[in-house]
């Protein structure tokens, strides 16, 4: 299917630990972290890699869209990062050169985004749809898109995203999770809007070497040029980081028949139960 | 007058959620802190003032904000109704439940009214004076308290975190309807769909969590596989023990490519890293290996059992209360009986 259509997408994503990585709080300079965080591997968000699986077929299925990744991170993990992504489809890569984790406030990342996201050059507001994932693997708040997007403007919001369906006039449907295993489905008049990304319907998306290297001669330009931002938020702080100390005592039960193992389960099951 | 306001969805005639209730006692625990009064923000449609009465002795006074638009939930309108709710209640503190709704329109009217957002609050305690909000981070991995000293201060609160108020008793508020046209939209809803084929197996109300792994449909000891099998085994026991259904990104992703696989398993049911962290009292894992980005997602699962024929799966390691090293099926064969 092809729609005669342009959409001016932008992505918001950056880092996050991989996710088989332990992690361990530590307090360093008075400001919460984790233990030896610019040594762990880094991976992009999940839920934005989801969102760029998504920007990659809309464009396919639309008519001159364009896709700009604006990511807000430490410069030497997101340049690691681009040589995993570059391959997979190309993009412009908007970088800003600043710390990222789950401790700092989702209010100055905002900000930085939307500032970055302002100064694209080019960039119609008009026609954007600005992508990211619902709720990082970090923060995991799901906020930050919404004051990206009040701060540009953009009301028409729709989060934990599986689908999009664009229509001739450039409209489109989404589909958002809500409660219970089900979506609510919704008819959009067209951009701009914001899609928080849940998982998504996509497979990830093959390595292209050809897409690497013509992506890379860009890239790495714009992370030259990232700008340095201090994302201190006044009168805001997180105390008291700390693993949960719950580890439980497993019991564990060998060699008993089958049909003892379902009367302890049907009792357990029945177990607390009011009535 | 600086206050709390708990904002809540409401019908006339439809009893409020127990999310909305616990939301109510969170505001109680948040009011022991900072000492100041609390009042409710009902959004919605229909005559909202009844509902409002309905909650007599949780909250001192009400605002609604009622309008047919607002029966279904959907970000810029919500947005707009809960800013205008917070600007007339003059509220320093603002909670909403975590439900999908207000998870997406809170932050925005929090950048309406110039506040600041955070969500997914399971407890609220003092630290030097001050109320300190604690939540959790990295999926689940590292909790923290959060300070802020600029407001008003807009927060989710997540479910099964504080009991719900007790409501009905003493004076009704006093009722301040906040008449305001919602903005010309451009976005209509349609309605809710269902992806895994109308059978309800998400049960967020459920006693129990039934988690089925990729093991159920790989080869078992005869040799072959038995999925057709393991979905008869798996729906009979959701049905009879009134479970919910979750599975491991395995299971799931099997599901999503098609071939052997148990065909009612959608993206939705994935529990861990990233999928969800459903709330239950107890959770049964079946076929799952109990690797970290699962079992980071049974956060709030409190008792917890496994069956799985490896006896050095993760669930061993402190993961589980009870691991049950014994073969699914005919486990199951005997829970259907
Ligand atoms: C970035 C990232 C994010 C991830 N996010 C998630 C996530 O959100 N959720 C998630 O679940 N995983 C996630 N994972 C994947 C995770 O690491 C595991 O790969 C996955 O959980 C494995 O699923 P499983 O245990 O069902 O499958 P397997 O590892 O294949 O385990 C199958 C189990 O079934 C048992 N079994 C087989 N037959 C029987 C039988 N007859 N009776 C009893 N037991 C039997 C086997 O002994 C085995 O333990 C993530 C990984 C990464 C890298």
Redesign the pocket.
Known sequence: MSIDHTYHLVICGSVVP???QSLEPVVTQGKPGLKNELMLPM?LD?FVNHSLNEAAKLREATKDTQVHLVAVGPKAKLQQLMMVLAQKTAFNLVAVDAPAGGFIDSHTVAAALAEAIKAIPGLDLQKTLVFGGWSS?SRASGTTLQLVGEKLGITEQFFGVDRLTPAADGGFTVLERVEAGQHLETQVAGAPAVIGWATGELPELPNNPKIGMMNMAKIMPAIGKAKAVDLASAGFSVVDTALPAEKRQTRVVKDMPAAAVAAEIKEWIASGKAG | MESILVIIDAEEDKPLSGQALETLGAAAALSAIVKKEISVGLVGSGDLSKVATALAGAAAKAFTFSDAALKDPGYARDAFAAAKLVKASGAAWVLAPASSRWSRALPGAAERCGGKVDTHITSFEEKGGKAAAGRWYYRQRIFGKILREQGPWFMTIETGSFPKAAVGVGAAPAVTPVAEALPASRSKVLGLRSLSGGKQTIKPDAELLLVA????T?T??DGVKHAKEAEGLILAFLEKYGASLG??????DLAAEGGEALTFMTQLH??????ASPRHAKGLA?????????V??WRFINERRA????AN??WAQGKADVLYV????E?FKELAK
Request: charged fraction near 15%; include cysteine.
């Open positions: 991989d996710p088989l991976v999940p693997a | 792994g990729a093991g159920w790989k078992q000891k599975s491991s990104k395995a299971a799931t994935q529990v861990g890293q990233t999928g079946t076929c799952c290996f109990g690797e970290e980005p699962h980071v997602g069956i799985d024929l490896n799966c993760g014994a073969d699914v099926f486990v």
